[in-house]
């Protein structure tokens, strides 16, 4: 069965680090760009960012840029999301997904204290 696994997300405080695994399994995450998105309970959906691939080309929403690393490592199957100089503002569940396949995971949820 195919199924994404987010894992990582935790309490950070303002200025603090977490860095978010999601895990595939039932399939081949290289044959799929991958994105990560964000909601705030209440709110709507979020992109925060996505990578080809082969992960030579990443793209990140102005709200996390120069802040949020997105990587991959498709030999263990596994995207990653480094998160940097937090903010309250990050407080979100973050999921990871493929939109025109329909693969989400479950979400994880990051809290950043001010």
């Known amino acids: 069965q195919e199924q994404l696994v987010e894992s990582g997300g935790g309490l950070a405080q303002h200025g603090g680090s977490l860095r978010v695994s999601c895990a595939a399994y039932?399939?081949?995450?290289?044959?799929?760009?991958m994105y990560w998105v964000r909601q705030v309970p209440g709110k709507g959906l979020e992109w925060v960012s996505n990578?080809?691939?082969?992960?030579?080309?990443?793209h990140y929403a102005d709200s996390v840029k120069g802040r949020f690393t997105i990587s991959r490592d498709n030999a263990k199957n596994t995207l990653y999301l480094q998160m940097n100089s937090l903010k309250p503002e990050d407080t979100a569940l973050y999921y990871c997904?493929?939109?025109?396949?329909?693969?989400w995971g479950q979400g994880t949820l990051v809290t950043v204290s001010s």
């Open positions: 997904g493929d939109p025109p396949s329909g693969y």
């Open positions: 039932g399939f081949t995450l290289s044959s799929y760009w």
């Open positions: 990578i080809e691939n082969g992960g030579g080309s990443t």
